[in-house]
């Protein structure tokens, strides 16, 4: 297994396959924790409610990070990047991975904004990173969210919507995006390849 | 800063792209798979492919033309047009769309949104609203505008909102097709009363219209078809106009 896909039987996992398959990459989606071990990188999907990550449980939880610690590469889209985090006030009572500090809160905008943030935002660079490589500077890239993610020392890249956020986080040999880049049309799919690079592949 | 979108809409039936005016005399216009790839290549921020006729003749969405379509896409797809259970929501959604969009359904299954919001998120739930102006309200109509709903759009849009809905594509039946502007006063009364965002749908003709549906009319999206299937207006010149008369707008780089 090159690339794992983890489904938790939310989100739309064919426009993430498809993204990645337009750049030569198929993505497999293993169907128990211990099959993760054969996986070079990992793709973390989703859309939808925090309260969904639930559905893995703590076998895929240990699973995932274990394979994290050993050394794998990890990309977090949307959901699957806030799922990164601590926790997120959406769904209180459920845990993140905890591979990245801070809790995701809900956007409070206020009007003429509106929230869910739904549309092509562009980004605020802090620092270079490798997955945004050959992505334009001024690129918009494609958003739809409520809750987002806290801009701290592991933020690579932020969007304002009322207030700034994080819309890429990178730690060591951990990603994720808050937008979607399956859906940022070429932009979204440098970045897609150049995850795949990173998984050395 | 957000960009104001600007989304093509596709009225398929049977597999080809239609159009009529107010709703009626529907006419063929092209191959949706071939329209697609042009808006892309204009630099499209999003495709809604409308099957037109479904809810009148008990007919899918078609899921053989979405995949088509969403085949060399990377950009949201949302599926509307007889989406009324589940099923129907899981099996667009399969075939390649990221939102449905559901407009008679809302009305016979109070719970439809709801049920939608959860599984998927509210991300992917677009109520559709077709609005006719009839002694000075807007009247709200299902069915592909063959059903008076009952309910006037803007208490409609608020409780979509309360039920789960993650956007409203709001559709003027009086301007539809018309090409005389889009309704920007319905469009501005419905997004200054919701907190979600409001695609305001029906009567683009020319550049300026889309520029006064998103100052007056404080859309946040616009949709349109014929405009851009007859190609009189590239997608690339309208948002060139736009960004010239200071509006955020996706140029491509």
């Given at each position: 297994m ?7 039987g ?7 396959r ?7 990459v ?5 169907d128990a ?5 054969r ?5 973390v999907p ?6 969904a ?6 076998q895929?939880?240990?699973?995932i990070?274990g ?18 985090f601590?926790g ?6 459920v ?16 009007p003429?904004?509106?929230v ?9 660079h802090l620092?270079?990173?490798a997955l ?5 500077p001024e690129?918009?890239?494609y958003?739809?969210?409520s809750?987002?993610a ?19 986080v ?6 994720g995006?808050q ?7 070429a932009?979204g799919l ?10 050395n592949? | ?5 600007i989304i ?9 792209v ?12 092209g ?7 042009r808006?892309?290549e ?12 479904a ?22 797809l949302?599926?509307g047009g007889g989406?009324r ?10 075939a ?6 559901v ?15 959860k599984r ?7 109520l ?5 102006r009839?002694d000075?309200?807007w009247?709200?109509?299902g ?6 709903a ?15 809905a993650?956007?409203i594509l ?5 301007r539809?097709?018309t090409?005389a ?19 305001a ?7 300026d ?17 014929s405009?851009f ?13 736009l960004a010239g008369?200071?509006?955020?707008v996706?140029?491509?780089?």
């Amino acid at each position: 297994m090159r690339i794992a896909l983890i489904d938790y039987g939310a989100g739309n996992l064919a426009s993430v396959r498809k993204g990645f398959a337009a750049v030569g990459v198929d993505l497999e989606s293993p169907d128990a924790p211990n099959a993760l071990d054969r996986a070079r990188g990992i793709v973390v999907p989703g859309v939808g409610h925090f309260s969904a990550t639930a559905a893995l449980g703590e076998q895929w939880r240990q699973a995932i990070v274990g394979r994290v610690n050993a050394g794998v590469p990890l990309l977090g889209i949307c959901l699957g990047m806030q799922w990164l985090f601590d926790g997120s006030t959406e769904a209180e009572d459920v845990m993140g991975l905890g591979l990245i500090e801070g809790t995701c809160t809900r956007l409070e905008a206020a009007p003429p904004l509106k929230v869910p943030h739904a549309g092509w935002n562009t980004l605020v660079h802090l620092r270079a990173s490798a997955l945004m490589a050959g992505v334009a500077p001024e690129a918009h890239v494609y958003f739809t969210h409520s809750f987002a993610a806290p801009v701290n020392v592991d933020c690579a890249a932020t969007a304002t919507h009322g207030r700034s956020f994080a819309a890429s986080v990178e730690r060591d040999h951990i990603w994720g995006v808050q937008f979607h880049p399956e859906k940022s049309s070429a932009a979204g799919l440098r970045i897609l390849r150049n995850f795949a690079d990173l998984v050395n592949l | 800063m957000l960009a104001r979108r600007i989304i093509a809409c596709l009225d398929v039936r049977d597999g080809s792209v239609v159009k009529g005016v107010n709703f009626q005399n529907l006419q063929k216009a092209g191959d949706p798979v071939a329209l697609a790839q042009r808006y892309n290549e204009e630099g499209i921020d999003e495709l809604v492919i409308l099957d037109v006729t479904a809810t009148l003749e008990a007919r899918r969405a078609l899921e053989m033309t979405i995949r088509e379509v969403g085949k060399e896409l990377f950009i949201p797809l949302t599926v509307g047009g007889g989406i009324r259970s589940d099923g129907d929501a899981g099996a667009v959604i399969d075939a390649g769309a990221d939102k449905v969009s559901v407009n008679t359904a809302a009305f016979t299954d109070p719970g439809f949104l709801t049920r939608l919001a959860k599984r998927y998120g509210t991300q992917a739930v677009i109520l559709a609203i077709d609005a006719k102006r009839i002694d000075g309200h807007w009247q709200v109509f299902g069915r592909s505008g063959s059903w008076p709903a009952g309910r006037t759009a803007v208490e409609w849009a608020r409780e979509a909102e309360s039920r789960g809905a993650g956007e409203i594509l709001l559709t003027s039946m009086d301007r539809d097709g018309t090409r005389a502007g889009f309704d920007c006063e319905l469009t501005a009364a419905v997004a200054s009363a919701v907190a979600i965002p409001v695609i305001a749908s029906g009567g683009a003709g020319t550049f300026d219209h889309f520029l006064q549906v998103f100052t007056e009319g404080r859309a946040d999206a616009a949709l349109a078809a014929s405009v851009f299937h007859r190609s009189e207006h590239g997608v690339s010149d309208l948002k060139t106009y736009l960004a010239g008369n200071g509006l955020p707008v996706r140029l491509p780089c």
